[in-house]
C-alpha cells in the first residue's frame, strides 16, 4: 500500500487568490493523479501528472488554471489560481502503486472553500 | 470511454439489516471495476475490486461485490451492517489498457447511513 499526505487538509481563501496543495507519497511511484470533489458530486480527473514530463489535463481542465509541478518521484502540488466561489471543492491527490489500472490509493483530501 | 452509474443516491438502513448498493458501468472495452468507501473528511479507501477470475469478489470490512458481465453491473452488499460502516461509497471503472485512455471514472456515490 501507500502513504499519501496531502498538505493543507483544508482551507478558507479569498477570490482571486491562489492556493497550492502539497502530496506527498511514502514510496516513489511514475504516475500521480489530481481529482475535484464538488459538493455532492462525484470525483473528476483534473490531471494526471508524471515526473520528468509535463501534466497532461482533461477536458474542462488548463494549466493556467490548475499548474502542476512533478518534482521528483515522491511528491506533486496542485496550484488552483485565481479562485472563484465556483472552486470550492475537495482536491485529492491519487497514485497508482501497481501501474495498469489495478490499485490506485488517495490522500484524505483537501477541503477548499473559496468566499 | 466509460460512465458509471449508482443508482441510489442515499441509503438508509438500520443496524444488522443486509444491505445492497447498486452500480451499473457502460464501457466500449474491458474495465476492471472497483468500490470505494469515503468516511468523513478523509479519503478514499478501496474497499474491493475486480480484475478477473471468480465473479464474486471479497473486501474489507465484511463487503463483496458481484460482476456480471450481461448486464453491465457491480453490486456491492454486506449481510449485516455496523453503525461504522456509514459513510459514502463510490463505484469506478477503469479501462483494461493504459495510454491516453488511463483513467478511474467514478459514479457519483451511494451515502449509506446507519441507522440505531
Known amino acids: 500500500s501507500a502513504v499519501i499526505s496531502q498538505k493543507p487538509s483544508r482551507d478558507i481563501c479569498q477570490r482571486g487568490t491562489s492556493l497550492t496543495i502539497q502530496c506527498q507519497v511514502d514510496s516513489q511511484v511514475t504516475m500521480m493523479f489530481w481529482y475535484r470533489q464538488q459538493p455532492g458530486q462525484s470525483l473528476t480527473l483534473i490531471a494526471t501528472?508524471?515526473?520528468?514530463?509535463?501534466?497532461?489535463?482533461e477536458s474542462g481542465f488548463v494549466i493556467d488554471k490548475f499548474p502542476i509541478s512533478r518534482p521528483n518521484l515522491t511528491f506533486s502540488t496542485l496550484t488552483v489560481s485565481n479562485m472563484s466561489p465556483e472552486d470550492s471543492s475537495i482536491y485529492l491527490c491519487?497514485?497508482?502503486?501497481?501501474?495498469?489500472?489495478?490499485?490506485?490509493?488517495f490522500g484524505q483530501g483537501t477541503r477548499l472553500t473559496v468566499v | 470511454a466509460q460512465s458509471v452509474t449508482q443508482l441510489d443516491s442515499q441509503v438508509p438502513v438500520f443496524e444488522e439489516a443486509p444491505v445492497e448498493l447498486r452500480c451499473n458501468y457502460s464501457?466500449?472495452?474491458?474495465?476492471?471495476l472497483f468500490w470505494y468507501v469515503q468516511y468523513p473528511n478523509q479519503g478514499l479507501q478501496l474497499l474491493l475490486k475486480y480484475l478477473s477470475g471468480s465473479t464474486l469478489v471479497k473486501g474489507i470490512n465484511g463487503f463483496e461485490a458481484e460482476f456480471n458481465k450481461s448486464q453491465t453491473s457491480f453490486h456491492l452488499r454486506k449481510p449485516s451492517v455496523h453503525i461504522s460502516d456509514t459513510a459514502e461509497y463510490f463505484c469506478?471503472?477503469?479501462?483494461?489498457?493504459?495510454?491516453?485512455?488511463?483513467?478511474?471514472?467514478f459514479g457519483k456515490g451511494t451515502l449509506l447511513t446507519v441507522n440505531p
Open positions: 501528472a508524471n515526473q520528468g514530463s509535463e501534466a497532461t489535463y
Open positions: 491519487s497514485v497508482d502503486l501497481r501501474g495498469a489500472n489495478t490499485e490506485a490509493f
Open positions: 469506478a471503472v477503469a479501462p483494461f489498457s493504459g495510454g491516453s485512455n488511463y483513467k478511474l471514472t
Open positions: 464501457s466500449s472495452v474491458s474495465v476492471y
